[in-house]
């Protein structure tokens, strides 16, 4: 393949697509399923799955950018980020292997085994999608087709996230037809039979053909803080990462919370049918957020979707027992905006890497990337352990009717405080400077590959 063409085959547009499909299957299950698994069925306290949420993400904020730089300078036959793609995705299905199916253990135990093999799935995960992602950016260098690709690779994230939004509930209706007495763990255990050789796969073929573009220049001396200080210095890419974290935060803590709003807020065990209605909404929409990104550009076309995902959710807040068919539409309607909160980020990205490039001389997309997969991850993990944690702190008992403050908590948890901080994204956002006519101009003064 031809370094940085203009214009990318879609085989190799699916074949780099085909990872985020298959990782998305950790997202869902991780900070949805696992902590309401761990704590109505393993018995562990919520406040503590929560910290261990949090707590464990803080490590990503070392190994995430020490992940892109190794990528970075990393020199093999098989180039510098498919070998690391293929390690991290094998590591990867042990951990879920594991913390998909406890052993029946005591509180303390139980505890530990969530702790162990969860930390194993966000390392394994950095050692594969940090430099997957990094790839993306030096597949191409056109402002447009660079969103088209991250169109590709994010619409496939979220079908994945459609397939493990609706999986555990054809489990579940599967085995309710042939046995009456199936646990939760029968779900979670068939959950990684499926789910392993779908990561394997999938990483397997973008492995084996998506080509990475050749590198001449030496690995440079591997200092952390040196290598990080023109990254902070960049003001397209702070301004970015925050507004993107704040936006993240707010996307992440309903995300986590959707379990217990569905249960004790609505009254309904519909849960999993709502996911799916959200993830619709957002494959289906995802086309015309590339399109309109192409006409008023990207950075208005992420702020428009943002705008939208915020206003329709606003109301969510004051829904109650008997509302699911309000609630269904409002969860569609903000649902529209999903795929360009995912897409059009990437894309803004890859063009502050650009950006660097036109300021260093040099292609830093793996620190890049695990910077900003840093300001994702801490988002994610900030979302779902403050929303766990709020929530215990306010009285939720597992497995019990919840009183009134822990309902108040958990619709304002839910709605109210993701709302506010989307309206802080949109007001960081509104800052960014790069525009198409700022990119050509970078990239006409780019030697030619």
């Not at 959710?313 to 360009?340: M, N, R, T």
Request: aromatic fraction near 12%; glycine fraction near 8%.
């Amino acid at each position: 393949m031809k370094p940085g063409p203009e214009s990318l085959p879609r085989p190799v547009k699916l074949a780099y697509a085909l990872p985020a499909f298959a990782m998305a299957v950790v997202g869902i299950p991780v900070y949805i399923y696992i902590p309401k698994f761990y704590t109505d069925v393993m018995g562990l306290d919520i406040a503590v799955v929560g910290a261990g949420l949090l707590g464990l993400r803080l490590f990503d904020a070392v190994t995430d950018p020490v992940m892109g730089m190794l990528s970075d300078r990393t020199v093999t036959p098989f180039g510098r980020r498919r070998p690391y793609i293929a390690i991290g995705a094998t590591i990867l299905c042990l951990a879920i292997a594991c913390l998909f199916n406890p052993p029946q253990l005591g509180e303390a135990w139980t505890t530990a085994w969530f702790f162990i093999w969860l930390a194993l799935v966000f390392l394994s995960w950095t050692l594969a999608v940090v430099p997957y992602e990094a790839l993306g950016p030096e597949l191409t260098f056109d402002y447009h087709e660079r969103t088209v690709l991250f169109g590709y690779r994010d619409g496939f994230l979220i079908a994945g996230t459609m397939v493990a939004a609706i999986v555990p509930v054809i489990i579940r209706t599967a085995l309710r037809s042939t046995d009456t007495s199936f646990t939760d763990h029968t779900v979670f255990f068939i959950m990684s039979l499926v789910y392993i050789p779908l990561i394997l796969v999938c990483c397997g073929i973008c492995v084996v053909r998506v080509r990475e573009n050749p590198t001449t220049a030496a690995p440079e001396p591997f200092h952390l803080k040196e290598s990080l200080a023109p990254l902070l210095d960049n003001k397209p890419f702070g301004i970015l990462v925050v507004a993107f974290a704040f936006s993240a935060i707010a996307a992440q803590m309903p995300a986590t919370l959707i379990l217990f709003y569905v249960e004790h807020v609505l009254e309904s065990n519909r849960a999993e049918l709502f996911l799916l209605l959200y993830f619709v909404s957002g494959v289906v929409f995802l086309p015309a957020w590339v399109r309109l990104a192409r006409r008023i550009g990207k950075k208005a076309a992420w702020m428009a979707s943002m705008a939208i995902n915020t206003g329709a959710f606003f109301y969510v807040f004051w829904l109650g027992p008997g509302d699911e068919g309000v609630y269904g539409a409002l969860v569609f309607v903000s649902g529209i905006g999903f795929g360009a909160g995912l897409a059009l980020p990437s894309a803004l990205t890859a063009d502050v890497i650009d950006f660097d490039e036109s300021l260093t001389g040099k292609r830093r997309e793996g620190q890049y990337i695990g910077v900003f997969s840093v300001a994702k991850k801490m988002a994610g993990a900030t979302g779902a352990g403050l929303g766990l944690w709020a929530l215990g702190f306010f009285g939720y008992e597992a497995g019990q009717p919840q009183g009134p403050e822990a309902v108040f908590a958990l619709r304002t948890l839910y709605a109210l405080v993701p709302c506010l901080l989307s309206i802080v994204a949109l007001a960081v956002a509104g800052f960014y400077p790069l525009s198409q006519k700022h990119h050509q101009e970078i990239m006409a003064q780019r030697p030619s590959p």
